[in-house]
C-alpha cells in the first residue's frame, strides 16, 4: 500500500506555470512507475507523465515539451512542472504509482489545475 498527497494546484493565467508536487508515504524507490494523469468532467482519464524507477520518463502528446516529470527520492516526492499552460490544461490532475509494470495501482485525491484564458 501506499498513500499520495497531490499540492501545488490552482488558478493560473495562460502562459504561465505551476509546479505540482506529489508525496509517497513510502519508498518510492521500489515503486517501479510513478505517474500524473488528468480527468475533465465527461472525458476518461488521461496520461500527462510518468517516470519509471530507472529515470525513463514518457509524456501525453498534448504536453510535450511543456511540462516535465521529476523524482526526488530522499523525499518520496515526485513533481510535475508544467510551462506554458493553455486553457485546454484545465483538468483534476492525479499522481498515481504502480508497483509492477506501469498501470497504475494506487491514486491520490487529485489537485485541481484551473488555467483562465
Known amino acids: 500500500q501506499v498513500q499520495l498527497v497531490e499540492s501545488g494546484g490552482g488558478l493560473v493565467q495562460a502562459g504561465g506555470s505551476l509546479r505540482l508536487s506529489c508525496a509517497a508515504s513510502?519508498?518510492?524507490?521500489?515503486?517501479?512507475?510513478m505517474g500524473w494523469y488528468r480527468q475533465v468532467p465527461g472525458k476518461q482519464r488521461e496520461l500527462v507523465a510518468r517516470?519509471?524507477?530507472?529515470?525513463?520518463?514518457n509524456y501525453g502528446d498534448s504536453v510535450k515539451g511543456r511540462f516535465t516529470i521529476s523524482r526526488d527520492n530522499a523525499k518520496n516526492t515526485v513533481y510535475l512542472r508544467m510551462n506554458s499552460l493553455k486553457p485546454e490544461d484545465t483538468a483534476v490532475y492525479y499522481c498515481s504509482a504502480a508497483d509492477r509494470g506501469y498501470s497504475p495501482a494506487y491514486w491520490g485525491q487529485g489537485t485541481q489545475v484551473t488555467v483562465s484564458s
Open positions: 513510502r519508498s518510492i524507490l521500489s515503486i517501479n512507475a
Open positions: 517516470i519509471t524507477s530507472g529515470g525513463y520518463t
